[in-house]
C-alpha cells in the first residue's frame, strides 16, 4: 500500500472585490513533523480557485496550470501530458478532481460547514 501523503500549503485569501474570493495555494517544506511512513506531496504553482457570487449562484473556476508531467524536457513534456489527455490515460487524475468537486460542492451546501484553521 503506497505511503499517505501530505500537503504543506500556504493559502492566501485575496479578495479583490466583495463578491469575489480567490485562493491560492503553494507548496512549501517548512512545518510540523510528519506522522511515520507519510510523504510530503506538492502542488504544482500556481495553483488555487476562484470564487465569485453573482445572481444567487456561486461560480468556481479551479486554477491549476501544470505545462506537463515533469518527467520530459520542454515541449516534449506538454506533448506528452496532453497525448495522455487525449487517449483518456488520465481518468484516475479526472476522478480525484470529480471527488475533490463533490466534496466542495457538499461542504458548501451543508447547512452548517465545518473548517479547521489549524
Known amino acids: 500500500m503506497p ?3 501530505y500537503y504543506r500549503q500556504l493559502v492566501p485569501l485575496l479578495r479583490p472585490i466583495a ?12 512545518g510540523p513533523p510528519l506522522p ?8 504544482v504553482s500556481p495553483n488555487g480557485e476562484v470564487l465569485f457570487w453573482e445572481n444567487n449562484c456561486l ?8 505545462p506537463g508531467a515533469g518527467i520530459l524536457a520542454g515541449r516534449l513534456d506538454s506533448y506528452f501530458i496532453n497525448m495522455l489527455r487525449c487517449l ?4 484516475l487524475e479526472r476522478n480525484t478532481y470529480r471527488r475533490e468537486t463533490e466534496q466542495l460542492r457538499d461542504w458548501l451546501q451543508s447547512p452548517n460547514p465545518q473548517y479547521d484553521l489549524g
Open 3 to 5: 505511503a499517505t501523503r
Open 19 to 30: 463578491s469575489t474570493a480567490v485562493i491560492v495555494a503553494r507548496s512549501v517544506n517548512e
Open 36 to 43: 511515520d511512513g507519510a510523504r510530503l506531496a506538492y502542488t
Open 59 to 66: 461560480h468556481w473556476h479551479h486554477i491549476c496550470c501544470t
Open 88 to 91: 483518456r490515460l488520465d481518468q
